[in-house]
């Protein structure tokens, strides 16, 4: 007899496990071909009242459990029922488990949850939920939020992802299994089992990357003819006329206005500064005359956003809107992003390889291989990753090691991603950046970026911070212990391809003597980072008095230096930089030998190259920036010294005093023309202040009205009756008026804080309230990015969203 599984699911009196009650139970016996043997259906009277809330959700009222028996009486039956084989669930883990297991049911080892297993074998879906899936896979639902009718659709997209499953390579499918049959989650043996019946049938096929092909380099016009102003307004005239694009279409002054002057600013290499409202269509205003002039003259315009909700408002629906919308066809766009970003195929081979994976390690992992059958990208973001998983990303994203074109496969193959990415913009007329990227390709010289004359830059009035974050400098005694841990970590990396070698003798012994040397010289410097970190925790308890509340935060100026034990910090500081400088000779040494004429031939020695590359240039990082920090009195810096509480451990951080002669050193000068647009940007109605901090004064402004009679269009209310943020019942009663809010409006609310504190708290307090009505609640940073939110949001307008 094959094996036989329940599907079941719960219907409760609220979410709360310790204070709410069963109040269905619905199971549904199947076999493995997934036809229905038994089914199982009761209510369960709670012995307590049910909320209206839930009465409305379920339809189940409070005298249909009057007259159902309480859980005793049944559980001996539906523990029989149950038996011990799989059990099928929607968010059975998290949800229905715990709830059977504290009302004294022995819940069977074997739990697939089709929320997790949905989350590996579906990568990029906006959310997991059983409607939604059901939803996407076509799958029949038509009774919802009844234990029954759920416990059904959980059958059924069971069925659904074993086959997805089973439709994997073979070698994904097997590896998959292999890596998580050693893991302690509930539904690992889900895929052993997959692969099991998929060996049977004779599985065959393995994973191949798709590489589509990549847009060839841009290449200017030797003698580019500007842009007819007024082109781009008759491609915004034309919008009117399509109603499929823009279906309630208002003609707005402000944004013909706008997309004028900065035809003009790419036509005539000039600094725009632009205010333009919410609601004026800046965006389209900028794209379109960007379009035109990268198209007519086959240079590429940079488009800077502060945020990642707007670029992807550009990347997937303006631009793609654009494209319809130009008479003539041939744009080409992409956004770039951060390196760590990406998946970086080298370091995830080397994961792969390890003998011994943790469970996370094994999850993600996994997750991975499954997403490279059907990533283009290796854009971590179309990922869903649980908070252990985003623990070890940074193991298998691409870092700030440069990888070697003549040696990485996946270089030569053409399948890196990041690699990919790149060739992707320089292939495009429109490249979409963040501005920490934009800023951080100014100080590594141009090496992520490709060349470009022309820069937009939207949310402008975000510029001046992440320009003073770029610019500047920290690290902390624990990144600085981390470093030291990998000059130990070298020589037992480099230990097997050693042994294994059939270099000369000499060169392999100049080589091991070279490891063995900077692994003493690392833990030679431990105790002198103690000291240093030691002597700037006294400094700090001495001159801004113990504080077990938050961390402790002090300016170091020139009467700080001017104190007698600032002394102490000195000292410290030139024995630890004296070892720092050490290990970055060392480091350098061993950096020419791996990359030498000698053929050592070990094992992973790409990886090793990279890894001596990367963390060479951490430890000068911080030997310089530290230095700047303790031994320079620059007035143009501002320096601090913290202890992070959370971290235990000294935090030494500087920024430049402004940031307007860096950004146009380093950011305006090598361009032709430079546009910055954003809703705010004037003070008192003037550009002064920008222009001066931005570096712009000669920039041309240009100010223009909201499109909207904002007295008519919106309403403001500002509450009397609330606490003041500092006193202990303001949560309580900021999340009783969420929740007001969110009934009234049926969700369809935006909440945003100041503080991850408050939102957890309020996220906490106002979910369980809120989803026995039917509306989600979903928090930045514990439900997901603010990218997964949104679209979570646009897919089920009956959501809450706390960012």
């Given amino acids: 007899m094959g094996t036989h599984y329940i599907a079941l699911d719960l219907e409760t009196t609220g979410l709360d496990l310790e204070n709410d009650a069963i109040i269905e139970i619905g199971a549904v016996r199947f076999d493995e071909s997934g036809a229905v043997l038994e089914t199982y259906d009761t209510l369960v009277n709670p012995g307590r009242p049910l909320p209206h809330a839930v009465q409305d959700l379920t339809g189940i009222s409070e005298r249909e459990l009057l007259d159902a028996p309480p859980f005793y009486l049944i559980a001996a039956q539906f523990q029989a029922f149950l038996g011990d084989g799989p059990v099928v669930g929607h968010n059975l883990i998290g949800f229905d488990a715990p709830f059977l297991a504290r009302a004294g049911i022995i819940v069977p080892p074997d739990l697939y949850d089709t929320q997790d297993i949905a989350s590996l074998l579906l990568p990029g879906l906006p959310e997991y939920s059983l409607a939604a899936l059901a939803q996407g896979l076509a799958i029949e639902f038509p009774v919802r939020h009844r234990a029954l009718g759920d416990a059904d659709a959980s059958r059924q997209l069971f069925l659904a992802l074993k086959e997805r499953a089973r439709s994997l390579p073979a070698d994904v499918l097997s590896q998959t299994a292999q890596w998580l049959a050693n893991t302690q989650y509930p539904w690992r043996t889900f895929f052993a089992r997959a692969w099991e019946s998929a060996a049977a049938a004779g599985a065959t096929g ?15 016009g030797k003698d580019p003819c500007p842009v007819d102003p007024g082109r781009p307004v008759s491609i915004l005239a ?49 794209l379109i005359p960007a379009a035109c002039h990268a198209m007519a003259a086959g240079e ?68 991975v291989l499954i997403w490279l059958c059907s990533t283009q990208t290796g854009d971590r973001a179309e990922l869903r990753l649980s908070p252990a998983e985003e623990a070890v990303w940074p193991k298998i994203a691409a870092d700030a090691a440069e990888c070697s074109s003549d040696t990485s496969p996946f270089i030569l193959d053409g399948t890196c991603f990041l690699q990919r990415a790149r060739k ?107 000291e240093f970190g030691q002597a700037c925790s006294q400094f700090l308890a001495d001159h801004c008095g113990e504080s077990a509340e938050s961390d402790q935060r002090l300016l170091v100026n020139r009467a700080t230096r001017a104190q007698p034990d600032w002394v102490s910090v000195e000292l410290a500081w030139e024995n630890l930089k004296l070892l720092l400088g050490n290990i970055a000779d060392g480091l350098d040494r061993l950096l020419a030998l791996l990359t030498g004429p000698e053929a050592f031939g070990l094992v992973n020695q790409e990886l090793l190259v990279a890894e ?75 550009f002064g202040y920008m222009q001066e901090r931005l570096g712009l004064e000669d920039a041309e402004t240009l100010a223009l009205g909201p499109p909207f009679d904002y007295k008519q269009a919106a309403l403001v209310l500002l509450p009397r009756d609330m606490p003041e943020p500092n006193w202990p019942e303001y949560t309580e009663a900021l999340s009783q008026a969420v929740i007001d809010l969110a009934r009234a409006s049926r969700g369809r609310t935006l909440v945003l804080f100041t503080s991850y504190a408050n939102l957890r708290a309020v996220h906490a307090a106002v979910g369980p309230a809120l989803r026995q009505d039917g509306i989600r609640v979903l928090g930045q940073s514990i439900d997901g990015s603010p990218r997964h939110l949104v679209r979570a949001l646009q897919a089920n307008p009956d959501t809450v969203l706390l960012g």
Wanted: glycine content about 6%; some cysteine; aromatic content about 4%.
């Fill in 206 to 220: 393995h994973l191949k990357l798709d590489r589509p092909d990549l847009p060839p380099p841009l290449q200017p």
């Fill in 238 to 286: 034309s919008a009117r006329d399509r109603r499929d694009l823009f279906p309630e279409f208002d003609e707005r002054p402000q944004q013909v206005e706008m997309s004028r002057a900065v035809t003009a600013a790419l036509n005539e290499g000039r600094r725009l500064l632009v205010e333009a409202g919410t609601g004026t269509g800046k965006s389209l205003a900028y």
């Fill in 300 to 367: 590429r315009v940079v488009v800077s956003t502060a945020t990642i909700n707007l670029q992807e408002q550009l990347t997937k629906k303006d631009i793609p809107t654009l494209e319809r919308l130009l008479p003539e066809r041939g744009l080409r766009a992409c956004q770039l992003k951060g390196r760590r970003n990406y998946l970086c195929l080298k370091q995830y081979q080397a994961l792969r390889d390890q003998p011994l994976l943790t469970d996370a390690e094994a999850l993600l992992a996994s997750r």
């Fill in 424 to 530: 992707q913009a320089e292939g495009s007329h429109i490249v979409v950046v963040n501005h920490a990227l934009l800023l951080s390709d100014t100080a590594t010289g141009g090496r992520v970026l490709p060349p470009y004359q022309h820069l937009i830059i939207d949310e402008a009035h975000h510029l001046e911070d992440e320009a003073t974050r770029q610019f500047g400098f920290t690290t902390s005694e624990r990144l600085i212990g981390e470093m030291l841990l990998r000059c130990d970590a070298l020589q037992r990396a480099a230990r097997p391809g050693l042994d294994a070698s059939s270099a000369a003798a000499a060169p392999l012994e100049q080589l091991s003597t070279c490891l063995l040397s900077l692994a003493r010289a690392g833990r030679d410097a431990a105790p002198r980072l103690a």
């Fill in 612 to 686: 001596v590359s990367g963390l060479l240039g951490d430890v000068k990082d911080a030997r310089n920036g530290i230095a700047a920090a303790v031994e320079q009195d620059d007035p143009q810096r501002v320096v601090w010294l913290e202890r992070d509480r959370a971290d235990a451990g000294i935090v030494v951080s500087w920024v430049p005093l402004a940031v307007a002669a860096l950004l146009r050193e380093r950011l305006y000068a090598e361009r032709s023309s430079v546009v910055l647009t954003g809703a705010t940007l004037r003070t008192q109605g003037t």
